[in-house]
């Protein structure tokens, strides 16, 4: 009698690993056409919002490719995407990976996805819990520092270095004539002391302590550093660039020391004078004067504006234009000469990275760089705030 031949009970093993692989292509395939689809049906509304918003269709644009860019990241970590109840956790972890990749990816992603948010809340499609969609906005809101508040802080939770890890701050080592040449030649220092020969032996003030000659006082700062972000200038008159450029000075020589009010004048103070000629008090002063600007534009300089989070940004981008891999220019240069072609969250960044360019915090060409004999000074400005790290041959040296 012949014997028959055994069969697996599960058939051919090489066959069935091939159904399975088609069976999951087929899944994701079909969990891909369903998104798709939803997207489709979506769409249509959110572009009427955003219409609604006033934006201009290229923002618009650059809205919706936004969301094809979320999406594409957001499936992979929840293949079962409903974009009309996103996962708190998912919607964290593709967050985290894209600001570890590039700070302009985060800010790009949050804006547009605070767009979409608000849209799917506005038109009555959420379809998720309210516990969740509280979740994905306080996500969404959250920029490089997890849950900071810098208003509101409580001191012991306030940093949490497992959210998010910045750059390494990069310090080469560099001599004292080195660091000596950024200062004499930075458009700050320049512009410092064109306007303290301009004060002279004094000038008017008003009895409220304002400057009289306004117009005279900002012709003075002829220096800057703008550059390729030339473009930012646009945005403002030249009056409305030149008076704000001023107040920042004068705030900072109020602040630092430089001048003095006697009845209705105002006066170099003698620590100016010294500053003028002794170069070792010119290193000292500024390293004051960059710390209120680095202060003033990054933490306090949006406090009263439409994007309270943006100063956590700057942050971040100042911390990594520190860093070994300073972030590139090519974007900030598309939003200042474009800005109708990306998301208005991105043109704001570029604005105030230019203000940063136009007094020498930072220099652009290919790369956002902070000039080497600074960045001691950025690790000391915001290491309070932020767990900022100093490496390289120079921080020793630096922080000795």
Do not use: C
């Not at 990816?105 to 998720?128: F, I, K, P, V």
Request: aromatic residues 8%.
């Amino acid at each position: 009698m012949a014997q028959k031949s055994k069969k697996s009970r599960f058939g051919n093993p090489a066959k069935a690993a091939a159904d399975a692989a088609v069976r999951g292509r087929l899944a994701a395939s079909s969990a891909d056409v369903r998104l798709e689809r939803a997207m489709a049906s979506l769409s249509p509304g959110f572009v009427q919002w955003l219409e609604l918003q006033s934006r201009p269709d290229q923002s618009i644009d650059a809205s919706l490719m936004i969301l094809d860019d979320f999406f594409d990241m957001y499936r992979m970590v929840e293949p079962h995407t409903d974009p009309t109840a996103l996962v708190p956790e998912a919607v964290r972890e593709v967050m985290a990976t894209a600001g570890n990749t590039n700070p302009l990816a985060t800010l790009g992603l949050r804006g547009g996805m605070q767009d979409y948010a608000d849209y799917l809340s506005q038109a009555g499609l959420w379809t998720g819990t309210p516990d969740d969609f509280a979740a994905v906005k306080a996500e969404l809101a959250r920029t490089a520092l997890a849950g900071a508040d810098f208003d509101n802080r409580n001191d012991d939770d306030f940093l949490n270095a497992a959210d998010y890890t910045f750059a390494d701050v990069y310090i080469p080592e560099l001599t004292r004539e080195e660091i000596l040449e950024t200062v004499l030649g930075s458009p700050l220092w320049k512009n410092t002391v064109a306007l303290l020969h301009w004060i002279g032996d004094g000038k008017e003030v008003t009895e409220g302590g304002e400057l009289v000659d306004q117009a005279g006082a900002a012709a003075t700062l002829i220096h800057s550093g703008l550059g390729t972000l030339g473009e930012a200038a646009k945005f403002t008159t030249p009056q409305e660039h030149d008076a704000g450029r001023l107040s920042l000075y004068w705030e900072a020589f109020e602040v630092v020391g430089l001048i003095f009010t006697q009845d209705t004048r105002v006066h170099p103070t003698e620590r100016a004078a010294v500053s003028l000629v002794d170069n070792d008090i010119v290193m000292e002063t500024m390293r004051d004067l960059m710390s209120h600007f680095i202060f003033i534009l990054t933490l306090v300089g949006s406090d009263n504006d439409d994007h309270g989070p943006l100063r956590w940004d700057m942050a971040d981008w100042l911390i990594q234009s520190a860093s070994r891999n300073p972030p590139e220019a090519a974007p900030l240069l598309q939003a200042l000469a474009a800005p109708e072609s990306v998301h208005p969250d991105l043109v704001s960044m570029a604005q105030h990275i230019a203000v940063w360019a136009d007094e020498g915090l930072v220099t652009v060409g290919r790369y956002v760089e902070v000039p080497p004999a600074y960045r001691p000074d950025v690790v000391d400005m915001l290491g309070d705030d932020f767990a900022v790290k100093a490496v390289g041959p120079g921080a020793a040296v630096a922080f000795s």
